[in-house]
């Protein structure tokens, strides 16, 4: 606390005289809008993801009510034949949704706030990981107003879905459902119809989406890619109608009758068979652009790493961190000590400030060696803006700046423009000299020389040391006598680059831990409704099936009938979610990953978590046609004939 007479400048100016070189004095306000940012940020990309699981689970309810709806559409037309009231119906309808969306809402806030209790310590970690703060949760508080409103949300959610399925059933002709399968009576969506609300909403999707590049507005990226998952839903009805041509031709000729039977039965409900597409392609996409962002976040750091920057023999720096990946200091002494042992050819010396002030935001400011300014250690392509050659010049000498691409592009600073830092000995200026990838800060980060950070910051100490052996020196002897010398004063890790590259894969996985647990639940989830929705597809038809045996199909033709139809209906629903999924992933990646973190990705497609996934679909898929089409033969004819 400062006296009520003195001025807060003079005190925080007289602290900064006092204490250890590289520290900062803040007010806690500054310091908590920081954390503010950073947490809003990290609460965007979750609200980001909640609102495709919020979209998943609004269609799966709709599909479940619509298919329960159809299968009670004879009960329904014939209250209506007697003289029931299709708007009481239709009441009855909602009311009954309104009890499982209170009862569900009930257990998925129960489930919800035991969920969040285990994934505290793996969203806490992760918020330190990538931000590079230090945070400690000694619990979890609990917005009640907020979970008033999630449960509200989900019965609104619940009858919503409801509504409309329950609509279209009371809506029917009650005698033409008496008469014919109200499967079939149902009305059929106009393809033409579908395809242009689809390209409608992609259209919108893609002018959100050019809107936040242009806004820097987290808002407008979560509302464009929002629209394009819903869009996916839509385009389903359309390709499955245009496979419908082919496969109604082929599966004849390839399948024999069980064929005939099975495209029949698929194209003639072909809003049926859209809907269960669909709904395994959503599964797909969620887990698609999930597993494809945590590993071009990966990539991209190894790339970082491994293509020049820090590549090196071996890599020494303190066993403890700094809260995330980035070391404690250490004492630039010691490189001086590694370079006089045997077998090492030469040190270079890296130091990472994070969190300094610039333009209102916290970004970090390293200090690299002349050796890390070596234009051999880097590809071509490393080089994003500036001559390399000038750069080095003025890097080497004190005069020039390195900055990040995020930096680049959220402040527009270019090769050439000055740049303006406060330290604690006083305003530096200095001039952009090249723009490279960077992953030090979310926010972007700034490479100098390193004599000049020693003398502005007034720090003399190191995060890492880059250690090159001679030609044909053992590198593992060059280890050991590092840690024999210097291992009973330090507490040091001796790292070669396999083990660097393990070190940081491990930190990433630390970041990505509980996107590993949400990604799982909601696949669980979204297995378990397709799984419902074939079952009932299927077990909805066994009047139909009945008949099939009457007039003589053997149980082989009508089980590898409905073991065909399942598996058709996996492998679309897998192609459309490889597709919905692939140009998701890359939205999030090289667009929204940008704005609501801050780090610049590469694109790495998640190719064998798409198989898995992919796998997992056609296994499921198949299983609950297995299952159907066993329980349907069982039965006996009669009771299939009378089934309602």
């Not at 990538?130 to 959610?157: C, H, K, M, P, T």
Request: with cysteine; aromatic share 8%.
């Amino acid at each position: 606390m400062v006296a009520d007479d003195a001025s807060i400048d003079e005190v925080r100016e007289q602290l900064l005289s006092v204490l250890q070189p590289g520290m900062r004095v803040r007010r806690p306000e500054q310091r908590g809008e920081e954390y503010e940012r950073v947490l809003s940020s990290f609460q965007a990309v979750l609200a980001s993801w909640s609102s495709l699981c919020l979209i998943a689970g609004l269609f799966i309810i709709y599909n479940t009510t619509s298919t329960g709806a159809v299968r009670r559409a004879l009960s329904i037309a014939t209250l209506q034949h007697v003289g029931g009231d299709r708007n009481v119906l239709l009441l009855l309808l909602l009311v009954e949704s309104l009890i499982l969306g209170v009862l569900g809402a009930a257990v998925g806030i129960f489930a919800g706030v035991g969920l969040a209790r285990l994934l505290t310590t793996l969203v806490t970690d992760s918020v330190g990981v990538i931000f590079q703060i230090r945070e400690s949760v000694q619990g979890i508080a609990i917005d009640w107003d907020q979970q008033v409103a999630i449960f509200a949300l989900g019965i609104g959610a619940a009858l919503i879905a409801s509504y409309f399925a329950a609509r279209r059933v009371t809506r029917l002709d009650p005698l033409q459902v008496m008469r014919s399968d109200p499967s079939s009576v149902a009305g059929r969506p106009s393809p033409a119809k579908l395809l242009g609300c689809w390209a409608v909403l992609v259209a919108v999707s893609a002018v959100a989406l050019y809107v936040q590049v242009k806004t820097r507005s987290i808002a407008w990226g979560n509302f464009g890619a929002t629209l394009w998952f819903a869009a996916s839903i839509i385009i389903a009805l359309p390709i499955v109608h245009g496979c419908s041509v082919f496969l109604l031709r082929w599966f004849p000729e390839k399948f024999g009758v069980s064929g005939r039977v099975a495209a029949e039965s698929l194209f003639r409900g072909v809003g049926r068979t859209g809907i269960i597409v669909s709904s395994i392609a959503l599964v797909l996409t969620i887990g698609i652009a999930v597993s494809t962002m945590a590993l071009s976040f990966r990539e991209s750091v190894n790339a970082y790493f491994a293509s020049g920057f820090l590549a090196s023999d071996l890599t020494v720096s303190a066993l403890s961190t700094e809260g995330g990946w980035l070391e404690t200091p250490i004492s630039k002494s010691v490189g001086a000590e590694i370079a006089a042992i045997p077998g090492v050819a030469s040190v270079d010396l890296l130091r990472i400030l994070p969190g300094q002030g610039f333009r209102g935001e916290r970004i970090a400011v390293a200090g690299l060696s002349d050796g890390l300014f070596d234009l051999q250690r880097y590809p071509r392509n490393w080089f994003i803006e500036g001559d390399p050659q000038t750069a080095r010049a003025k890097l080497v000498r004190g005069e020039g700046a390195r900055i990040s691409v995020s930096l680049s592009d959220r402040f527009d600073l270019h090769p050439g423009d000055p740049i303006v830092l406060q330290t604690p000995s006083g305003t530096l200026r200095l001039v952009v000299a090249d723009v490279v990838p960077d992953y030090m800060s979310d926010r972007g980060g700034i490479g100098i020389s390193i004599r000049v950070l020693e003398k502005w910051w007034r720090d003399s100490q190191v995060n890492r040391i880059s250690v090159f052996v001679e030609p044909g020196a053992d590198i593992a002897g060059v280890r050991a006598a590092i840690v024999r010398q210097l291992g009973s004063r330090y507490r040091l890790k001796v790292l070669s680059l396999h083990d660097l590259l393990d070190y940081h894969e491990s930190m990433i996985d630390r970041a990505f831990a509980f996107t590993d647990a949400i990604q799982i639940l909601v696949v669980v989830v979204t297995i378990a409704g397709v799984l419902d929705l074939l079952l009932s597809a299927i077990l909805e038809r066994r009047r139909e099936i009945a008949l099939w045996r009457i007039i003589g199909a053997g149980r082989e033709v009508i089980e590898g009938a409905i073991l065909i139809e399942s598996l058709t209906i996996g492998i679309l629903g897998v192609l459309l979610g490889w597709l919905v999924g692939a140009v998701t992933a890359w939205v999030w990646v090289r667009i929204n990953f940008r704005y609501l973190v801050g780090y610049y990705l590469q694109f790495h497609f998640a190719t064998h978590a798409a198989l898995w996934y992919a796998l997992l679909a056609i296994v499921m898929a198949a299983s609950a046609g297995y299952a159907a089409a066993r329980e349907a033969t069982r039965q006996s004819v009669l009771e299939g004939v009378y089934a309602d």
